[in-house]
């Protein structure tokens, strides 16, 4: 089963997750008088619930006609390269920008900023340390000065306790 | 309509917004130019800077400034390096690209530039001449109308992705439409599907959502498939004799002509777009052109250049009708916008130009400008901005990453916020490779609320839902979004019965 059918199961999963919410959980605590409006906060979702598992069985089964054969569809094509593609680099960008997200408040916005931008070249191959520490401190720099003074948005330096 | 017209040009010549417009089309210019990344990322990186503006005027301005800036910038790496930035100018590079192998790089950026120049000043004409229209006609709708309206649009969003695609786009909707539904709205005055988190209360981040589905995950491709940043032969260093002759712009003039109209209209119409605008332009203008000028198409005609970048300049300021008149988004990029106006306080509609009519005519006045902007000043930037390209990808890709990370802070300044967006990127990258399109689901999650406004409304008025039968309009325009959703289904499969002879064609 390709890709994309493998994500519709899981949109099904969701929409039946939002759905059961929707039509079970959601209207137990709903005020009486609220009870005799001709909406409710249910209503909406629920039409998107029902909507959304019609779509998503849509996809499973492959119910929508395509001119095109399912072989040459992008979805199956872009599968099949996928063994060509350069995972582990887009990881560790993805794990160095979650070390960011957790960093940015304990060890402020300058030294989490160059860690990030010199790790993240190193990342990609780069070598060239030097130019990567001044680059990145420049940048850094310029950023910092348009967050903190031109838009007046606070942006802690430097790390907690300093 | 005079009033209004003095109105915006008093507003938009003010020292800030011109230089928002100026600053906006050289940064749109800048990044637009960068292969890989199209002008809804850009868009979405500037938001946060547009917001703090704190005035609607000078950041939609800003914000239209850079998308002009990164269409134009689009074409010029499509023309000099075969690798362009935007889909919408993909068929730019089909002429484009020859001329420039040719040694003629600074002619075709010149026509480029022409042609943008005159596609964006016409449409800005028309849509001066039709917007006030549209919008007179849209007050005399309802709650009923309206919600009705905003179906047809995103039907239509859907119907327009191709063979295919229709399920995945309307699950991408329905999606998008789900998660607006996430945290406390004011109807009802209660959190809905917060799961118990307090961080859910206020519901989704717009910026983060903007971020994750278009900025990350064109940043985290460039990662993943190393060839998609890989560039052609580079011709910007020959970038010179910017002159075109007079033959060859009486050639030209009426493909410009013709391309501005109808690129417009095309524009218009929601989910058509730049794209389908620049690619059915260059076909049209190929199979009208003589037979000996056909034969020069796709190895540096000039008319096949012109035609792809009047069309998608036009259609671009065609796709702000809808969202200027209506508040309904055609595409990905004006969705951004309409998310961006609101969280500035303002509803774009049918009452945007009677109750803050300088918003309405300064960004109209302001798109001449920057149509001005870029003939004059961007051009004969060109050779120097092109050294951008040079730029290696070990920077450039971390810094991307970084500005998202940065736009997603400032936008909510909070660290959760950060997390979010990372997971969200992850969820639209592994979308993006199952094709599933992700515009519809942004467009989807900003109309969601007032889809749900309007439909809330339009049940009390009529105490349920008789409201579709009570008004025909309503009926008629639902049906509309039905046949839109089912035609391409109907037609693919016809399709494929007629080559499997199963049945004749009728």
Redesign the interface.
């Known amino acids: 089963m390709?890709?994309?059918r493998?994500?519709?199961l899981v949109?099904l999963g969701?929409?039946l997750a939002?759905g059961y919410?929707a039509f079970f959980t959601?209207d137990q605590?709903l005020p009486p008088f609220?009870q005799r409006?001709?909406?409710w906060?249910s209503?909406?979702?629920k039409v998107?619930?029902v909507?959304?598992v019609l779509?998503?069985l849509?996809?499973i089964f492959g119910?929508?006609?395509?001119?095109?054969p399912r072989d040459e569809?992008?979805?199956v094509m872009?599968?099949r390269?996928?063994k060509?593609?350069?995972?582990w680099?887009?990881l560790a960008?993805?794990g160095l920008?979650?070390a960011?997200?957790?960093l940015?408040?304990p060890a402020g916005f300058i030294l989490s900023?160059i860690g990030?931008?010199v790790i993240?070249?190193a990342i990609?191959?780069?070598r060239r340390w030097l130019v990567?520490l001044v680059?990145s401190g420049f940048?850094t720099g310029i950023?910092w000065y348009l967050?903190q003074v031109v838009?007046?948005?606070?942006l802690r330096p430097l790390p907690m306790g300093f | 309509m005079l009033e209004g017209i003095l109105l915006g040009l008093s507003t938009a010549f003010s020292i800030t917004n011109i230089l928002m417009v100026i600053g906006g089309c050289l940064i749109g210019t800048f990044i637009g130019m960068l292969p890989g990344l199209g002008p809804m990322s850009i868009i979405a990186i500037m938001i946060?800077?547009a917001i703090?503006l704190g005035d609607p005027s000078a950041a939609l301005i800003l914000l239209a400034g850079v998308y002009y800036g990164a269409i134009f910038g689009g074409s010029t790496s499509s023309i000099l390096l075969n690798a362009p930035g935007v889909a919408g100018t993909v068929a730019t590079s089909f002429d484009g690209y020859p001329m420039a192998r040719q040694g003629k790089a600074g002619k075709a950026l010149t026509i480029a530039a022409i042609a943008s120049f005159c596609g964006g000043t016409i449409g800005a004409i028309l849509l001066m001449i039709f917007a006030p229209t549209l919008s007179s006609v849209a007050l005399l709708f309802h709650s009923a109308e309206y919600f009705a309206l905003m179906v047809v649009g995103l039907s239509a969003i859907a119907a327009f992705a191709g063979?295919?695609q229709?399920?995945?786009a309307?699950?991408m909707t329905?999606?998008g439409?789900?998660m607006a539904?996430v945290g406390e709205g004011a109807?009802?005055n209660?959190p809905?599907?917060t799961m118990g988190l307090m961080d859910l209360q206020s519901g989704f981040g717009f910026i983060t959502l903007a971020m994750a589905m278009f900025a990350l995950p064109e940043a985290?491709y460039l990662?993943?498939?190393?060839k998609r940043s890989a560039q052609g032969e580079d011709n910007s260093g020959e970038i010179k004799d910017l002159r075109i002759t007079p033959k060859e712009a009486k050639s030209i003039a009426p493909v410009i002509g013709r391309q501005s109209l109808q690129g417009f209209f095309i524009g218009v119409l929601p989910g058509a777009g730049a794209t389908i605008a620049s690619f059915l332009g260059y076909a049209v203008e190929r199979n009208i052109a003589k037979k000996e000028e056909q034969e020069e198409f796709g190895k540096g005609s000039i008319k096949g250049l012109a035609a792809p970048e009047t069309a998608n300049n036009a259609a671009c300021t065609g796709s702000f009708v809808p969202l200027l008149t209506l508040g309904i988004p055609g595409s990905g990029t004006t969705a951004i916008l309409l998310g961006a106006l609101i969280a500035l306080n303002v509803t774009p509609g049918p009452r945007l130009m009677v109750d803050e009519p300088q918003i309405f005519w300064s960004v109209i006045i302001s798109m001449y400008l920057g149509n001005l902007i870029l003939l004059i000043l961007n051009l004969p930037l060109i050779p120097y901005i092109a050294k951008i390209l040079s730029v290696?990808?070990?920077?450039l890709?971390?810094?991307i990453?970084?500005f998202t990370?940065?736009g997603a802070?400032?936008g909510q300044?909070n660290?959760t916020e950060?997390?979010l967006?990372?997971g969200f990127?992850?969820c639209a990258t592994?979308?993006r490779?199952?094709?599933?399109p992700l515009a519809p689901l942004l467009i989807g999650f900003i109309l969601g609320r007032m889809?749900?406004d309007n439909?809330?409304r339009a049940?009390?008025l009529s105490?349920?839902i008789g409201f579709i039968l009570d008004r025909p309009m309503t009926l008629g325009l639902l049906i509309i979004a039905a046949l839109l959703v089912l035609l391409p289904?109907y037609r693919?499969?016809r399709?494929?019965l007629r080559?499997a002879g199963v049945a004749d064609g009728d």
């Open positions: 390709a890709l994309d493998w994500i519709a949109l969701i929409c939002y919410a959601m605590g609220m409006n001709p909406i906060p209503t909406f979702p998107l619930a909507m959304g779509a998503s849509v996809i119910l929508e006609k395509t001119s095109t569809a992008p979805s872009v599968y390269a996928l060509d593609f350069h995972i680099p887009a960008l993805l920008m979650v960011y997200a957790l940015l408040r900023t990030f931008l993240g070249s990609l191959g780069e990567m680059v940048a950023v967050v838009l007046g948005i606070f | 946060p800077v703090s063979s295919g229709v399920a995945k309307l699950m329905i999606l439409l789900m539904t109807l009802f209660m809905r599907f985290l990662v993943l498939d190393p290696p990808r070990n920077y890709i971390p810094f990453l970084f990370l940065m802070y400032i300044n660290a950060l997390l967006l990372v990127g992850i592994i979308l490779f199952a094709d599933f889809l749900e439909f809330a049940m009390q105490d349920g289904s693919a499969r399709a494929r080559q």
